[in-house]
């Protein structure tokens, strides 16, 4: 089963606005990590943060968790056209150290 | 540094048969995981490798297996192909482990098609 989950499921803005998407995960974690995906390409490492840490930050790319409610969201400010992607969030499901279980992911598209 | 290779690219196949894709992960890169990505089920964890030895599996049959070479490269296997294994198939690459909190580095993929 998914261990995280990504809302919305697609995001729609105009070139300049700002991107929000959030990530809810079901078991503790070490740690929570942000990808992107190009059309049908491999997927891009963005950020990672760890459990005991509430905020990150990445360029245009801020990344805030809370554990207490098992969740997570990324922000990209000042979007651009090449944003334009999918975005995931990975977690190492409960107990485990080694593999990352990723959500389904939220379709961001950014109108120029 | 030359990043994460997987070859081939794109592949044709029909139910039956079987399949081998290959993973060149990044210099230095001990641990290799692959996973199977689908429009239906999403991105799902196959296996991972470190030191040539399996650390974990995903909830897939047995007709899919991999393995590890002694220089990290990888490969996986598909037997006995169905429909339902038409997908991106990608690999990843990392230090140690991506549940760790190791930053996984992913290729491009092999895109494979069952007929």
């Known amino acids: 089963s998914q261990q995280g989950e990504e809302d919305p499921q697609a995001l729609s803005i105009q070139e300049g606005e700002n991107a929000t998407m959030n990530c809810s995960y079901k078991?503790?974690?070490?740690?929570l990590q942000w990808y992107r995906q190009n059309s049908g390409r491999g997927l891009v490492h963005l950020i990672l943060i760890r459990s005991n840490e509430r905020e990150k930050h990445s360029g245009r790319l801020r990344v805030t968790l809370d554990t207490s409610k098992k969740s997570s969201s990324l922000l990209i400010t000042a979007s651009r056209a090449a944003d334009t992607a999918s975005y995931f969030c990975?977690?190492?499901?409960?107990?485990?150290?080694?593999?990352?279980?990723f959500g389904k992911g939220t379709l961001l598209t950014v109108n120029p | 540094k030359a990043g994460v290779t997987q070859t081939p690219r794109y592949l044709i196949k029909t139910r039956g048969q079987q399949v081998t894709l290959s993973c060149s992960p990044i210099?230095?890169?001990?641990?290799v995981s692959w996973y199977q990505q689908t429009p239906g089920q999403g991105l799902q964890f196959l296996f991972e490798?470190?030191?040539?030895?399996?650390?974990n599996k995903g909830n897939f049959p047995g007709r899919f297996s991999g393995r590890q070479f002694s220089n990290s490269r990888s490969e996986m296997n598909v037997s006995t192909l169905e429909l339902g294994d038409s997908a991106l198939y990608l690999c990843?690459?990392?230090?140690?482990?991506?549940?760790?909190?190791?930053?996984?580095?992913f290729g491009p993929g092999t895109r494979l098609t069952v007929l």
């Open positions: 490798y470190f030191s040539e030895t399996q650390r």
């Open positions: 990975a977690t190492p499901p409960g107990g485990s150290n080694y593999k990352l279980t």
């Open positions: 210099s230095g890169h001990r641990s």
């Open positions: 990843a690459s990392s230090l140690a482990s991506g549940g760790a909190g190791n930053e996984q580095f």
């Open positions: 078991t503790s974690i070490n740690n």
